[in-house]
């Protein structure tokens, strides 16, 4: 059983920056796998970042070039640095397990935190 916690969301003005954090616990198998999703208010939930222990990270045309995932393997903690926030990437973000690459189906989710971007 694979649990997953976030930490970091908040509210930021417009360009401002947020970090996120994810903590999972229970991976017994040495590669791990996570993704980040979010969700608007009335919008279906978007992948926005996977990443592979293997070596693979992907990120939507969404947020290329503005959010960079980093990672602890020792502790298996995955983070989400956004940087030049809009208001458009308000939303409750999840992380989510495994995820290997765009277009996997998760079997476990955190319990989500909110960013919330000012213009």
């Known amino acids: 059983q694979v649990q997953l916690v976030e930490s970091g969301g908040g509210s930021v003005q417009a360009g401002g920056s947020l970090r996120l954090s994810c903590a999972a616990s229970?991976?017994?198998?040495?590669?791990?796998?996570m993704g980040w999703f979010r969700q608007a208010p009335g919008k279906e939930r978007e992948g926005i970042v996977t990443f592979d222990s293997y070596g693979t990270t992907s990120y939507a045309d969404s947020v290329k070039g503005r959010f960079t995932i980093s990672q602890d393997n020792a502790k298996r903690i995955l983070y989400l640095q956004m940087s030049s926030l809009k208001p458009e990437d308000t939303a409750m973000y999840y992380c989510?397990?495994?995820?290997?690459?765009?277009?996997?189906?998760?079997?476990?989710w955190g319990q989500g935190t909110q960013v919330t971007v000012s213009s």
């Open positions: 989510a397990a495994p995820v290997c690459s765009m277009g996997w189906v998760p079997e476990y």
């Open positions: 229970g991976y017994t198998s040495r590669r791990w796998c």
